[in-house]
Nanobody
Framework: QVRLVESGGGLVQPGGSLRLSCVASTSISSLNAMGWYRQAPGKQREVVATITSGESTNYADSVKGRFTISGDNAKNTVYLQMNSLKPEDTAVYYC?????????????WGQGTQVTVSS
């Protein structure tokens, strides 16, 4: 079982920045991948950014050039730096961890943190 705790959400004006943090209860280097997802009201959850144990990253087209995902193995923490925020970035952001082993593949989720972009 992997527990994930997100923080860093809040209210920010358009064009502003926020940094989300996700602390894992295990070494993040032991996980195959971690990522950030978001879900806006009335919409399906969508992937925002992912990072593998080999530090390969991927981003949704809508956030490329504005968001950066990174990991700190010493702190068991993954970050999402969000710049040039837009109202359409408003959503609950969830941290995800993916682990594959001989016993199977598992996805773990945090409780979510609200990001609201509004003037």
């Amino acid at each position: 079982q992997v527990r994930l705790v997100e923080s860093g959400g809040g209210l920010v004006q358009p064009g502003g920045s926020l940094r989300l943090s996700c602390v894992a209860s295990t070494s993040i280097s032991s996980l195959n991948a971690m990522g950030w997802y978001r879900q806006a009201p009335g919409k399906q959850r969508e992937v925002v950014a992912t990072i593998t144990s080999g530090e390969s990253t991927n981003y949704a087209d809508s956030v490329k050039g504005r968001f950066t995902i990174s990991g700190d193995n010493a702190k068991n923490t993954v970050y999402l730096q969000m710049n040039s925020l837009k109202p359409e970035d408003t959503a609950v952001y969830y941290c995800n961890a993916y682990k594959s082993s001989w016993s199977g593949a598992f996805n773990y989720w945090g409780q979510g943190t609200q990001v609201t972009v509004s003037s």
